[in-house]
């Protein structure tokens, strides 16, 4: 979900910049609500277990781009699936791009040994770099965001008007390497909430995690939470309408920061210089977990990788830190 929100603040630059550029974006129907009210873009929905799987799929898939007279094709992803898209309109005469995704440097960046620690490319500049293949010079310095969305009636019944400033939490992560403890979290949320003149709105799934959230939400007056109460088209119009919105490494940032809320992000054995941080936000709103007593780290570029004795480096980001940043944050 994170790779196809980083996609969005490129987009709009692109329609936005190039307005006579129609865009066919080919994903996964369930992130088709992230596109629907972006100008010039329609969606096309892939079905990798069904009409799309296999080599004959991807046939049928190329086909079906085919109809709609593309011109160009950008592969975002890079992956064998969109590599076999892309072979296919090269075949044929048409001009393809695709997103180099640096994984040399990242590999120097992750690597126990002889590591090189700098900051990389983010994934919005490569994006933009891809589309320059294609004769599209996209500027990012005047960001534009999706337009705030009218809160859901679901939600209203859950959470009320919007009285009070909305901090949203999604304290998951697809990585237990990425994910805060929760003991620290409870914490985090408790000191929040001390606030009465703050709503704090929690976001995740999965059954182990909605039953959590649902007992954070239990202990405290003004949290509320949503997990599995709401659909994911719901769930953006809610992000839409938060003022910061607190996340781990993972896809719950990138949907805040591409309409333009500000996001605090806690980072574990991955870090912001791999080139994944939110769009559009100062890197101080990047807490990382402490190098001085972790000096391997980062691990890993995604947190799938596990390395003995580094299970609890995001116990290194104290509790009064996220809730400083936090409330700092609120105050601008």
């Known amino acids: 979900m994170g790779d196809v929100a980083m996609t969005v603040p490129v987009i709009l630059a692109l329609v936005n910049q190039y307005p006579e550029v129609k865009i066919t974006m080919v994903s996964r129907p369930f992130f088709k609500p992230i596109f629907e009210n972006i100008p ?16 004959f799929g991807l046939y049928r898939l190329y086909r079906e781009l085919k109809s709609k007279k593309v011109d160009q094709v950008a592969d975002l992803h890079n992956v064998l699936r969109s590599k076999v898209i892309r072979t296919l309109f090269a075949l ?9 995704k640096g994984r040399k440097e990242k590999k120097e960046l992750t690597r126990a040994e002889n ?12 994006h933009v770099e891809t589309f320059k293949q294609l004769g599209y010079d996209i500027d990012l310095s005047n960001p534009v965001f999706l337009q705030q969305m009218e809160i859901p ?7 009320g008007n919007k009285n009070q400033k909305w901090i949203g939490i999604a304290p998951f992560a697809h990585y237990d390497s990425k994910t805060y403890p929760m003991d620290l979290m409870r914490e985090v949320i408790r000191k929040l909430s001390e606030d009465q003149n703050q709503k704090i709105l929690l976001f995740g799934g999965g059954k182990q995690e909605m039953e959590l959230l649902e007992e954070f939400a239990n202990e405290n007056e003004n949290v509320f939470n949503f997990a599995g109460k709401i659909s994911f088209e719901d769930e953006l119009h809610l992000i839409s309408n938060l003022d910061l919105m607190v996340s781990m490494d993972s896809g719950n940032a990138h949907l805040a920061a591409m309409f333009g809320i500000k996001v605090v992000t806690l980072w574990g054995a991955t870090h912001p210089f791999a080139g994944f941080a939110p769009f559009n936000q100062p890197f101080e709103n990047c807490l990382v977990s402490d190098r001085e007593k972790f000096p391997l780290l980062p691990t890993s570029v995604y947190g799938n990788k596990k390395v003995a004795g580094y299970h609890d480096v ?8 996220v809730v400083f940043s936090v409330q700092s944050q609120l105050a601008e």
Do not use: C
């Open 40 to 55: 010039n873009v329609t969606f096309l929905s892939v079905h990798t277990n069904h009409q799309h799987k296999g080599i």
């Open 92 to 100: 044929s005469g048409k001009k393809v791009a695709f997103t180099d």
């Open 115 to 126: 590591k090189i620690f700098k900051p990389l490319k983010s994934m919005f500049e490569r």
């Open 153 to 159: 009636l679901k939600a209203q019944k859950i959470i």
């Open 314 to 321: 995001m116990r290194s980001i104290s509790v009064e830190k």
